[in-house]
């Protein structure tokens, strides 16, 4: 069964050190999200891809984090310098943009805690 | 923008029936997705709602009214494994937007 494939599962870095996330997205999906969630809260849009472009990072604190997805498959998103409150959990999700109304299918995630 | 309001917390019995209740204020409304997440787990896909009305899927239903901007999953015949969060989503122009979950704790 196709999946959405992040990695790693659990990073641990000291603050102002960088931090990469790596996500696959489910073969043929145009449409990859990054949300961030803290514990306790709904996920929360960070940057959507359609295919290479992003469309929406309104969210995305652009000081510090970066995103990309150069061909328009895999995406890589980028925390530099990382700081205490950017422990969370970091979701990356693919959908079908042709078929409005396909659900948006979820990775594992990555754990991300900043001591 | 949107505001997507969801209860914090419910508790059930196990064999009862639980309702999960969404409201939303949303512009370019598509439709609303119901996700389930298990602790440290990702979400998975439950429903989705597009047009008013009552969708069944098992154990499970959601119903929508657009007119009122309202949503709700019913849980029914609780099984200790249905204890997880119950997030509510906003799906806009491809876009969706997350409420905070609803934690569901079944007892036995």
């Known amino acids: 069964e196709a999946e959405v494939a992040q990695s790693p599962r659990y990073k641990i870095t000291e603050k102002s050190q960088a931090v990469a996330f790596w996500c696959d997205p489910i073969?043929?999906?145009?449409?990859l999200y990054w949300y961030r969630q803290i514990l306790g809260q709904g996920p929360e849009l960070l940057v959507q891809?359609?295919?290479?472009?992003?469309?929406?990072d309104s969210q995305l604190p652009k000081d510090r984090f970066s995103a990309e997805r150069l061909k328009g498959v895999d995406s890589t998103l980028k925390i530099q310098p990382a700081e205490l409150g950017d422990s969370a959990m970091y979701l990356c999700?693919?959908?079908?943009?042709?078929?409005?109304?396909?659900?948006?299918?979820f990775g594992q995630g990555t754990r991300l805690t900043v001591v | 923008g949107q505001n997507i309001d969801q209860p914090t917390e419910m508790t059930a019995t196990e064999g009862a029936i639980v309702q999960i209740n969404c409201t939303y204020q949303?512009?370019?409304?598509?439709?609303l997705f119901w996700y389930q997440q298990h602790a440290g787990e990702a979400p998975t896909f439950l429903s989705y709602?597009?047009?008013?009305g009552l969708e069944e899927k098992g154990r499970f239903s959601s119903f929508l009214s657009r007119s009122k901007g309202y949503s709700y999953l019913l849980l029914k015949e609780l099984q200790m494994k249905d204890s997880a969060s119950y997030l509510c989503?906003?799906?806009?122009?491809?876009?969706?937007?997350f409420g905070a979950g609803t934690t569901v704790t079944v007892r036995a």
């Open positions: 949303t512009s370019g409304f598509n439709g």
């Open positions: 999700a693919s959908s079908d943009r042709d078929r409005e109304g396909t659900e948006a299918f």
């Open positions: 709602n597009v047009l008013d």
């Open positions: 989503a906003v799906s806009r122009v491809y876009k969706l937007s």
């Open positions: 891809f359609q295919d290479e472009s992003v469309v929406d």
């Open positions: 073969s043929g999906h145009a449409t």
